[in-house]
């Protein structure tokens, strides 16, 4: 068999990193088509980028700013309104492990 | 190798919830106390095609820190998404500044301990970031606020210059007393306006290559600042002693018990992802900004210190010990405000004010009389109307009764007889009656002087105002 | 023929109408726009179940904005909009709608706010029929990504509507409202404006907020419009242009009025027709079709110049790394905390966990993957850095090309709308379908896809006129000099 570009272990890496169950076929496939992927952005390489600057943002210079007000009403139950689970005001998520 | 072979090399990374009426990045309040998910809206809440929209004021309060830290402002900086999975995270990232901050470098220079000399704790950076919100933890569920998520921080990053618990507190104190002078925060740590992260290493004595540093984290008083160093450093001098490895370790201040724990490690925990938040154009500070806040700067602690030995003639140490305290710098201002002479107003907030405050185990405005009422007090001593024994009593009683000065005095009956005639009478009297050591005293017996003062204060009960007394009594003793 | 049979057959032909047409008779009070509304619900009614072209249908609220808009129109001075009935793409935050963005994350999300862009359409007494389908999270170019199942395209209800806005572009093309809103990251709103035979535009980067549509690489995520005319969709555009203060990148530049724009003059007019556009491999009828439409803008008076954009060929390479390094992280708030679906667990890694393996497609699993790995520990230099430095010689090569002509004009795509399920196995098959439209989105700059041909088998073709920053002036003018030429009939639906 061909050597993938990225190993099974590296795809759960990733996922435990995005937090992405996985089956063992998805990661199986994510194995391929990331290695495929990935090949396919190699030809990036073919350029040399030694003395160009990197493009975050194509938008023009300056960012627009607010005044310090508060400008937004107290409107807890709209914004609790699409919680899967709440408790009084508070949202309510299982037990947080670290 | 004993613990003295070692040395501890600190650097303090403190978090300071900035003074802003909104949230960073939206238009929350940015207060706290409110009933949970209060002040939240779609922004700080992380929903769906939400925007950031950069808080202008912040951005002065931060270049005001960093013009008081002695900082570069950078004209130039951005903001980067921060990656990490936590229920009080609402968008998966935190909005940070990663690699290009608003200030660099930078130091803050702190007051002479007793026989030191002034040090500097260089700054690395300072930088702004928005706070998440607030888990609840409980037996099978956690339940989460988002009130605080979004409210801006500012991060402020020394060097590991600092060598001792006690240097790490101070160090903090004089930074709070930045943060609250230039307005970017009110320093209430107790209330979790400032949180700070401590890394410690410890190397031999005389080396300079620094060790494995432990990184406590949440720190939120100056004292388990100080223990939390104080166990953290003793620990590893243990280790290495017995000749284990320091691992890198994030560690957690357990306050009940006074240890640090290590928090369990997550193999991938630091993975951030840092990258370039594409909703934040990059910050453009203009010259010309920097210069109409650096025009408009407040008096800075160190300033402040300066002026006070100058201007009133305090020892370092004075002024130490009264701006080491907000609340005694702030009534010590208020006192000499009242017009009262800076010298005694200073003894007399060191040791009666800050006795008082000690023994009542409360907090300083409530143990003792405003500072107007004890201005008052000190102007009668001033004015020779009371003396300073009887302004010591009155105060006592002042802080017991909150009457006020003049109320105290005219009840205690403790002004003071400065009327010569009355004096000169009441010495006659005495004279009189002591006719034979009145002989004495001018046959050349000079030592029964302090007889005769003792003799006319005890006949006036000790209301006499003693410099007239000498006054009288030297010119009738004189015949 | 009895008046009212007249009448009849005049009303069910009103969702065919243009904006323009419709806006004029809607003023003069000849028709209602709860007629107008009505005619559209109608036709969605006869069509989606062939189509798909919608998540959502508002049909309710759609009347009662009718209703709202008629009477504005009776006190008169209402604006270009007003009564107008338009799709949205269900990317947009809708207040009191659900808004799913064809994700299953998404499913019971109802927002409480409107993205700017609604907020300004609504002000301007606009009526939505629904919400469009897209592909899950914009994440396509096919529409065959949506988690409500695939778009069909009108022309052909065996190809792709194009993506990822495809439930727009079809429900303009199959009339089932006047113009709709789509996003366009890669080449969303001008691909399937080309498949399914309509004008879209791909505004400049922060010319148009994005405030409340669903971020999928913030970047390059562009605002914009779908519909029958140039003319119509640059109403569209100039209802929803402009400064935002909720958008931090949005510009602040005041919005042209684009209908002056629309001289029908190109003279002198500059073309630029870049080399790399037109490659080996290209559908014939592409090739001429275009060719054609730029021939047809020299016989009034432009010219073309060759130009070439030299690194065009890496622009999918640069686009696939940042888009989905951006992805990676816009997607990581669908969490289960608090809002969408929540998977049961029994702690917060197993909710994590579990809600984003239910809730993602497999193309949005495939694109976070990509993105995490690429700004992951040890990767970030030699994946995202290095496409952040190649989307800087791209936007160079526009910078160059536009010292030579005042605009480009170039192929949408090399191929008319393929057929569904044809390239669902090879993603990076599907990647090239927006080799042509995906630089423009790297560089930031205004693009739109005009009809100007069809193959033999009857499938539209796009021509994607190019321009400068904030040069959506000279596009739609060479568009609408184009189109009102006559050279061309884009043909209707025969649905
Ligand atoms: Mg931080
Ligand atoms: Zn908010």
């Given at each position: 068999?061909?050597?993938?570009?990225?190993?099974?272990?590296?795809?759960?890496?990733?996922?435990?990193?995005?937090?992405?169950?996985?089956?063992?076929?998805?990661?199986?496939?994510?194995?391929?088509?990331?290695?495929?992927?990935?090949?396919?952005?190699?030809?990036?390489?073919?350029?040399?980028?030694?003395?160009?600057?990197?493009?975050?943002?194509?938008?023009?210079?300056?960012?627009?700013?607010?005044?310090?007000?508060?400008?937004?009403?107290?409107?807890?139950?709209?914004?609790?309104?699409?919680?899967?689970?709440?408790?009084?005001?508070?949202?309510?998520?299982?037990?947080?492990?670290? | 190798?004993?613990?003295?072979?070692?040395?501890?090399?600190?650097?303090?990374?403190?978090?300071?919830?900035?003074?802003?009426?909104?949230?960073?990045?939206?238009?929350?309040?940015?207060?706290?106390?409110?009933?949970?998910?209060?002040?939240?809206?779609?922004?700080?809440?992380?929903?769906?095609?939400?925007?950031?929209?950069?808080?202008?004021?912040?951005?002065?309060?931060?270049?005001?820190?960093?013009?008081?830290?002695?900082?570069?402002?950078?004209?130039?900086?951005?903001?980067?998404?921060?990656?990490?999975?936590?229920?009080?995270?609402?968008?998966?990232?935190?909005?940070?500044?990663?690699?290009?901050?608003?200030?660099?470098?930078?130091?803050?220079?702190?007051?002479?301990?007793?026989?030191?000399?002034?040090?500097?704790?260089?700054?690395?950076?300072?930088?702004?970031?928005?706070?998440?919100?607030?888990?609840?933890?409980?037996?099978?569920?956690?339940?989460?606020?988002?009130?605080?998520?979004?409210?801006?921080?500012?991060?402020?990053?020394?060097?590991?210059?600092?060598?001792?618990?006690?240097?790490?507190?101070?160090?903090?104190?004089?930074?709070?007393?930045?943060?609250?002078?230039?307005?970017?925060?009110?320093?209430?740590?107790?209330?979790?306006?400032?949180?700070?992260?401590?890394?410690?290493?410890?190397?031999?004595?005389?080396?300079?290559?620094?060790?494995?540093?432990?990184?406590?984290?949440?720190?939120?008083?100056?004292?388990?600042?100080?223990?939390?160093?104080?166990?953290?450093?003793?620990?590893?001098?243990?280790?290495?002693?017995?000749?284990?490895?320091?691992?890198?370790?994030?560690?957690?201040?357990?306050?009940?018990?006074?240890?640090?724990?290590?928090?369990?490690?997550?193999?991938?925990?630091?993975?951030?992802?840092?990258?370039?938040?594409?909703?934040?154009?990059?910050?453009?500070?203009?010259?010309?900004?920097?210069?109409?806040?650096?025009?408009?700067?407040?008096?800075?602690?160190?300033?402040?210190?300066?002026?006070?030995?100058?201007?009133?003639?305090?020892?370092?140490?004075?002024?130490?010990?009264?701006?080491?305290?907000?609340?005694?710098?702030?009534?010590?201002?208020?006192?000499?405000?009242?017009?009262?002479?800076?010298?005694?107003?200073?003894?007399?907030?060191?040791?009666?004010?800050?006795?008082?405050?000690?023994?009542?185990?409360?907090?300083?405005?409530?143990?003792?009389?405003?500072?107007?009422?004890?201005?008052?007090?000190?102007?009668?001593?001033?004015?020779?109307?009371?003396?300073?024994?009887?302004?010591?009593?009155?105060?006592?009683?002042?802080?017991?009764?909150?009457?006020?000065?003049?109320?105290?005095?005219?009840?205690?009956?403790?002004?003071?007889?400065?009327?010569?005639?009355?004096?000169?009478?009441?010495?006659?009297?005495?004279?009189?009656?002591?006719?034979?050591?009145?002989?004495?005293?001018?046959?050349?017996?000079?030592?029964?002087?302090?007889?005769?003062?003792?003799?006319?204060?005890?006949?006036?009960?000790?209301?006499?105002?003693?410099?007239?007394?000498?006054?009288?009594?030297?010119?009738?003793?004189?015949? | 023929?009895?008046p009212?049979a007249v009448f009849t057959q005049m009303t069910s032909e009103l969702n065919r109408l243009t904006i323009a047409e419709a806006s004029a008779r809607l003023r003069r009070r000849e028709i209602s726009s709860r007629e107008l509304t009505r005619a559209c619900l109608d036709r969605v009614?006869a069509v989606?179940?062939?189509?798909?072209?919608?998540?959502?249908?508002?049909?309710?609220?759609a009347l009662?904005q009718a209703e709202?808009a008629d009477?504005r129109l009776d006190?008169g001075d209402a604006p270009a909009l007003c009564g107008i009935p338009l799709a949205?793409?269900?990317?947009?935050?809708?207040?009191?709608?659900?808004?799913?963005?064809?994700?299953?994350?998404?499913?019971?999300?109802?927002?409480?706010?409107?993205?700017?862009?609604?907020?300004?359409l609504?002000?301007a007494g606009a009526v939505f029929v629904?919400?469009?389908?897209?592909?899950?999270?914009?994440?396509?170019?096919?529409?065959?990504?949506?988690?409500?199942?695939?778009?069909?395209?009108p022309?052909?209800?065996?190809?792709?509507?194009?993506?990822?806005?495809?439930?727009s572009a079809a429900a303009v093309a199959a009339d089932e409202c006047l113009a709709a809103l789509?996003?366009?990251?890669?080449?969303?709103?001008?691909?399937?404006a080309?498949?399914c035979g309509v004008v879209g535009i791909?505004?400049?980067?922060?010319?148009?907020?994005?405030?409340?549509?669903?971020?999928?690489?913030?970047?390059?995520?562009?605002?914009?419009p779908f519909a029958r005319t140039v003319r119509d969709a640059a109403t569209v555009l100039e209802a929803v242009?402009?400064?935002?203060?909720?958008?931090?990148?949005?510009?602040?530049?005041?919005?042209?009025d684009y209908a002056r724009a629309l001289s029908g003059?190109?003279?002198?007019?500059?073309?630029?027709?870049?080399?790399?556009?037109?490659?080996?491999?290209?559908?014939?009828?592409?090739?001429?079709?275009?060719?054609?439409?730029?021939?047809?803008?020299?016989?009034?008076?432009?010219?073309?110049?060759?130009?070439?954009?030299?690194?065009?060929?890496?622009?999918?390479?640069?686009?696939?790394?940042?888009?989905?390094?951006?992805?990676?992280?816009?997607?990581?708030?669908?969490?289960?905390?608090?809002?969408?679906?929540?998977?049961?667990?029994?702690?917060?890694?197993?909710?994590?966990?579990?809600?984003?393996?239910?809730?993602?497609?497999?193309?949005?699993?495939?694109?976070?993957?990509?993105?995490?790995?690429?700004?992951?520990?040890?990767?970030?230099?030699?994946?995202?850095?290095?496409?952040?430095?190649?989307?800087?010689?791209?936007?160079?090569?526009?910078?160059?090309?536009?010292?030579?002509?005042?605009?480009?004009?170039?192929?949408?795509?090399?191929?008319?709308?393929?057929?569904?399920?044809?390239?669902?196995?090879?993603?990076?098959?599907?990647?090239?379908?927006?080799?042509?439209?995906?630089?423009?989105?790297?560089?930031?700059?205004?693009?739109m896809?005009v009809p100007?041909?069809?193959?033999?088998?009857?499938?539209p073709?796009?021509?994607?006129?190019?321009?400068?920053?904030?040069?959506?002036?000279?596009?739609l003018r060479?568009g609408d000099a184009w189109e009102r030429s006559g050279k061309f009939a884009p043909p209707r639906s025969r649905l």
């Amino acid at each position: 068999m061909e050597q993938e570009r990225i190993s099974l272990e590296q795809v759960r890496h990733v996922a435990r990193l995005a937090r992405l169950a996985l089956t063992p076929a998805e990661e199986q496939r994510l194995q391929i088509e990331m290695s495929e992927m990935l090949d396919y952005v190699d030809k990036l390489n073919q350029l040399n980028t030694e003395d160009v600057g990197p493009t975050a943002q194509v938008g023009e210079p300056g960012i627009t700013t607010r005044e310090d007000e508060v400008t937004n009403p107290s409107a807890a139950d709209a914004m609790l309104a699409n919680a899967p689970a709440r408790d009084g005001f508070f949202f309510k998520v299982p037990k947080i492990i670290e | 190798m004993n613990s003295d072979s070692y040395e501890a090399v600190i650097g303090l990374e403190v978090h300071a919830h900035m003074l802003t009426r909104s949230k960073l990045f939206c238009g929350c309040a940015a207060d706290f106390g409110a009933a949970p998910n209060h002040n939240v809206c779609p922004i700080c809440m992380g929903m769906p095609g939400v925007l950031p929209v950069l808080n202008r004021h912040v951005l002065e309060l931060a270049i005001r820190t960093g013009l008081a830290a002695h900082s570069r402002i950078e004209p130039h900086s951005t903001f980067a998404r921060k990656s990490y999975f936590y229920p009080d995270l609402p968008k998966g990232y935190q909005i940070s500044q990663y690699d290009q901050p608003l200030c660099r470098g930078g130091y803050v220079e702190l007051p002479p301990r007793e026989g030191s000399e002034p040090r500097r704790i260089r700054l690395v950076r300072i930088h702004l970031e928005e706070d998440a919100g607030k888990n609840i933890h409980s037996e099978n569920a956690s339940l989460v606020d988002f009130n605080r998520s979004g409210v801006p921080l500012m991060e402020i990053v020394s060097e590991p210059d600092i060598r001792s618990p006690e240097e790490a507190v101070d160090y903090l104190r004089e930074l709070r007393g930045i943060l609250v002078a230039v307005g970017a925060s009110d320093g209430k740590m107790e209330e979790g306006s400032l949180r700070c992260d401590v890394n410690v290493s410890v190397r031999p004595r005389g080396t300079s290559e620094l060790g494995v540093k432990t990184e406590i984290k949440n720190l939120n008083s100056f004292r388990f600042v100080e223990k939390a160093i104080v166990y953290e450093v003793k620990r590893q001098i243990e280790e290495l002693s017995a000749g284990r490895r320091i691992p890198q370790e994030t560690h957690l201040w357990d306050p009940e018990r006074e240890v640090t724990r290590p928090m369990r490690s997550k193999e991938f925990a630091n993975d951030y992802r840092y990258f370039p938040e594409p909703d934040l154009p990059p910050v453009l500070v203009a010259p010309d900004l920097v210069e109409s806040i650096a025009a408009a700067m407040p008096e800075l602690p160190a300033q402040k210190r300066e002026k006070y030995g100058r201007d009133f003639g305090l020892s370092s140490y004075e002024v130490g010990v009264l701006l080491g305290r907000d609340d005694l710098g702030d009534y010590f201002a208020a006192v000499l405000a009242a017009g009262v002479n800076a010298k005694a107003a200073a003894n007399w907030v060191m040791t009666e004010v800050l006795r008082a405050a000690n023994e009542s185990g409360k907090p300083l405005a409530q143990a003792v009389p405003p500072p107007q009422q004890t201005g008052e007090l000190l102007r009668m001593v001033e004015q020779s109307r009371i003396s300073l024994n009887a302004a010591k009593n009155a105060f006592a009683a002042m802080c017991r009764s909150g009457n006020t000065a003049e109320a105290t005095v005219l009840e205690l009956g403790l002004a003071q007889v400065s009327d010569e005639a009355a004096i000169a009478e009441v010495c006659d009297r005495v004279l009189a009656a002591e006719g034979a050591k009145l002989a004495e005293y001018r046959a050349g017996r000079d030592k029964l002087y302090g007889f005769f003062v003792g003799a006319v204060m005890k006949a006036m009960g000790a209301k006499a105002n003693p410099k007239v007394v000498n006054e009288v009594l030297r010119r009738k003793l004189a015949g | 023929m009895r008046p009212s049979a007249v009448f009849t057959q005049m009303t069910s032909e009103l969702n065919r109408l243009t904006i323009a047409e419709a806006s004029a008779r809607l003023r003069r009070r000849e028709i209602s726009s709860r007629e107008l509304t009505r005619a559209c619900l109608d036709r969605v009614a006869a069509v989606e179940p062939r189509l798909n072209a919608f998540i959502t249908v508002t049909a309710d609220e759609a009347l009662q904005q009718a209703e709202l808009a008629d009477r504005r129109l009776d006190q008169g001075d209402a604006p270009a909009l007003c009564g107008i009935p338009l799709a949205i793409k269900d990317i947009y935050c809708t207040r009191g709608v659900r808004t799913t963005c064809a994700s299953k994350i998404l499913d019971n999300f109802v927002p409480p706010f409107d993205a700017t862009t609604i907020a300004r359409l609504r002000a301007a007494g606009a009526v939505f029929v629904g919400k469009a389908n897209l592909d899950e999270f914009a994440m396509g170019s096919s529409t065959e990504n949506s988690a409500y199942g695939a778009t069909r395209n009108p022309h052909g209800l065996e190809r792709v509507a194009g993506g990822s806005s495809g439930g727009s572009a079809a429900a303009v093309a199959a009339d089932e409202c006047l113009a709709a809103l789509g996003t366009d990251t890669g080449g969303s709103i001008r691909l399937p404006a080309a498949y399914c035979g309509v004008v879209g535009i791909k505004p400049t980067y922060s010319r148009v907020s994005r405030f409340g549509v669903i971020a999928y690489a913030s970047s390059l995520d562009q605002v914009g419009p779908f519909a029958r005319t140039v003319r119509d969709a640059a109403t569209v555009l100039e209802a929803v242009a402009g400064p935002d203060p909720l958008d931090a990148t949005c510009s602040g530049r005041p919005v042209p009025d684009y209908a002056r724009a629309l001289s029908g003059e190109v003279r002198g007019m500059r073309i630029g027709v870049p080399k790399e556009f037109f490659v080996e491999g290209m559908d014939a009828a592409v090739d001429s079709g275009v060719r054609g439409a730029i021939a047809g803008l020299e016989e009034l008076g432009a010219e073309s110049v060759e130009i070439s954009l030299p690194h065009t060929d890496y622009a999918v390479a640069a686009y696939y790394l940042i888009a989905t390094a951006e992805a990676s992280a816009n997607l990581a708030r669908y969490d289960g905390v608090r809002y969408g679906l929540r998977a049961a667990a029994d702690n917060n890694i197993e909710l994590y966990n579990r809600t984003r393996a239910q809730g993602f497609g497999a193309e949005v699993k495939r694109r976070i993957m990509l993105g995490t790995f690429a700004l992951s520990a040890g990767y970030y230099d030699a994946y995202y850095l290095k496409a952040q430095k190649v989307r800087t010689l791209i936007r160079r090569d526009f910078e160059l090309a536009f010292e030579k002509c005042d605009i480009i004009a170039a192929p949408v795509a090399p191929s008319t709308a393929f057929r569904l399920g044809e390239k669902t196995d090879d993603p990076i098959k599907m990647y090239l379908s927006d080799i042509f439209t995906i630089s423009v989105n790297l560089a930031g700059l205004p693009g739109m896809s005009v009809p100007c041909g069809i193959d033999p088998e009857g499938m539209p073709i796009g021509l994607q006129l190019i321009g400068p920053p904030f040069g959506e002036e000279a596009i739609l003018r060479a568009g609408d000099a184009w189109e009102r030429s006559g050279k061309f009939a884009p043909p209707r639906s025969r649905l």
